[in-house]
């Protein structure tokens, strides 16, 4: 499956904006997507990204580029309810979703 | 409500005595698929079905058995449980391929610990 690396975690004060990088190998690359998953909970789903560029929805964001293996997810007004742990996925050959080992974030006042 | 549902929510068992976990989607999807979750490893993906009777295998495969004979339907087998199947374990569906950016919706998880 796809090599899928994610920072394990990051910590952001309320209010703020934070980006989550993630990086992953090209070959037999279709698209990323992003999860969300609170502690003890299903992961939810985000964004989906296949051409390069910025996808934008509401605070948050998701951006692609193919060339580099590289994405991010950009929180924009954290909450504290932006406490969550951030999944990046790469879709490969048939249904297959490779994730990565996700990035706890920790919201602060 | 539209929904992935998966039993149990949790699960005690003895090493080596079958159990099967059940999903159902009420979806109407075409796509269904198991993933186990661990701590440091994330969520590894286990079977993956893209229609009725056709299953594939995903990263980590060895030890479970999956059948898709009703579209709403993907049971996870575990023929003789280990104590290294001790998972969180999610059942996930989706509409179209993943390909056209319709992302998996994850049932609530199995939490299963063999001893």
């Known amino acids: 499956g796809q090599n899928i690396d994610q920072p394990t975690e990051m910590t952001a004060t309320e209010g703020a904006i934070v980006q989550i990088n993630c990086t992953y190998q090209t070959s037999g690359f279709n698209g990323l997507f992003w999860y969300q998953q609170h502690a003890g909970e299903a992961p939810t789903f985000l964004s989906y990204?296949?051409?390069?560029g910025l996808e934008e929805k509401g605070r948050f964001s998701s951006f692609l580029s193919r060339s580099k293996g590289y994405s991010y997810l950009l929180l924009k007004e954290l909450q504290m309810k932006d406490s969550a742990s951030y999944l990046c996925?790469?879709?490969?050959?048939?249904?297959?979703?490779?994730f990565g080992t996700g990035t706890q974030l920790k919201v602060e006042l | 409500e539209a929904q992935v549902t998966q039993n149990p929510r949790y699960l005690i068992t003895v090493t080596g005595k079958k159990l099967t976990v059940t999903c159902s989607q009420n979806?109407?999807?075409?796509?269904m698929s198991w993933y186990r979750q661990d701590p440091g490893l994330g969520l590894r993906q286990i079977y993956y079905s893209m229609n009725v009777e056709v299953t594939d295998k995903g990263d980590v495969p060895e030890g479970y058995k999956v059948s898709r004979k009703e579209k709403r339907n993907f049971p996870l087998i575990l023929e003789s449980p280990s104590p290294n199947q001790t998972s969180l374990y999610f059942c996930?569906?989706?509409?179209?391929?993943?390909?056209?950016?319709?992302?998996?919706?994850f049932g609530s998880g199995t939490r299963l610990t063999v001893v």
């Open positions: 990204n296949v051409l390069d």
């Open positions: 996930a569906s989706s509409f179209a391929p993943l390909t056209l950016g319709d992302g998996y919706t």
């Open positions: 996925a790469g879709s490969g050959g048939g249904n297959k979703l490779t």
């Open positions: 979806m109407n999807h075409e796509y």
